[in-house]
């Protein structure tokens, strides 16, 4: 089993910056975050690898957003900047340990945080 969790959501200005970390147990899988805001479906925000040397991004947070890992402390970091009011909702980290392709659905993620909530606000 693979326990995950997060940290460091809040409350930020526009503009502003947050990072979120997800400790993880275990094995290292490859790593994700996703978010859900109220009414929306479950979506794909960042992805790394197993091996820690390929990432993908969500268009909508490409050049804002950064996927990490500090393997020592088996821990996964979202450093989230330029922040907008369209990146309110809640931040879930994922884990799998068989997935193909890291921008996947939600569903093809196996292990979960308990999520975190962001809300970008003037």
């Known amino acids: 089993q693979v326990l995950l969790v997060e940290s460091g959501g809040g409350l930020v200005q526009p503009g502003g910056s947050l990072r979120l970390s997800c400790e993880a147990s275990g094995d290292i899988f490859t790593m994700a975050w996703f978010r859900q805001a109220p009414g929306k479906e479950r979506e794909f925000v960042a992805g790394l690898s197993r091996s820690g040397m390929t990432t993908a991004y969500a268009d909508s947070v490409k050049g804002r957003f950064t996927i990490s890992r500090d393997n020592a402390k088996n821990t996964v970091y979202l450093q989230m900047n330029s922040l907008k009011p369209e990146d309110t909702a ?29 809300t970008v606000s003037s």
């Not at 340990?97 to 890291?102: D, H, K, P």
């Not at 996947?104 to 909530?117: I, L, M, P």
Request: aromatic letters at 18%; glycine letters at 14%.
């Open 90 to 118: 809640v931040y879930y980290c994922a884990a799998d340990g068989s997935i193909v392709t890291i921008q996947s659905g939600a569903n093809e993620y196996e292990y979960w945080g308990q999520g975190t909530q962001v």
